[in-house]
């Protein structure tokens, strides 16, 4: 059975129109003891992905510079959070930087360094084995793969709702 290039369109589409959300450090939240860079390894963080950071009382959430977060310093934090559920919007492509500015817990290894990459593309600098310069149609498995992981229930509803009716109309 042929696959009308319309179907092909809506599965490559939807992954990118449903982002992620993370909840950093999955389920030992935002915490002291925790390997953050472990934690974010592998994964592929786009333009409007969240992150979601779970904490308690002791801890907060610093957005840094990468000098700051180099030196685990949060004296000129660019955002600061302490409601104990903070979810943050990946909104711009780059690097964005994270620590807690409790005094000792980010020199013990609780801050975040995370790579966005600009919607539907490939990470900059990421897996070498993405081919690149490859034109945005459908030859793009690697990083297709990886997005359909991300996928949602409610992505995965729409697709199987508009799945048969592209087969018709194709
Ligand atoms: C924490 O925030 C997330 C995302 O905003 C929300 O879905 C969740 O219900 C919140 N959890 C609590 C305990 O408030
Ligand atoms: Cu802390």
């Known amino acids: 059975m042929a696959t009308p290039p319309a179907l092909l369109f809506i599965l490559f589409a939807i992954p990118a129109a449903y982002a992620a959300d993370y909840t950093v450090g999955d389920s030992s939240g935002w915490s002291t003891g925790v390997d953050y860079s472990t934690w974010a390894s592998g994964k592929k963080f786009a333009v409007g992905d969240t992150l979601l950071f779970t904490y308690g009382g002791l801890h907060s959430v610093d957005e840094v ?20 559920n903070t979810s943050i919007a990946l909104s711009k492509a780059g690097a964005h930087y994270f620590l807690c500015p409790a005094i000792g817990h980010c020199s013990q290894g609780m801050k975040l360094a995370v790579t966005v990459s600009a919607s539907g593309s490939p990470t900059p600098g990421g897996t070498p084995s993405t081919t690149p310069g490859t034109p945005s149609t459908s030859t793009r498995p690697s990083g297709a793969t990886a997005k359909i992981g991300h996928m949602n229930a409610m992505g995965l509803g729409v697709l199987m709702v508009l799945a048969p009716l592209i087969m018709v109309m194709g």
């Open 65 to 84: 510079s990468k000098s700051d977060y180099d030196s685990c310093s949060s004296s000129n934090a660019i955002n600061s959070f302490n409601d104990g």
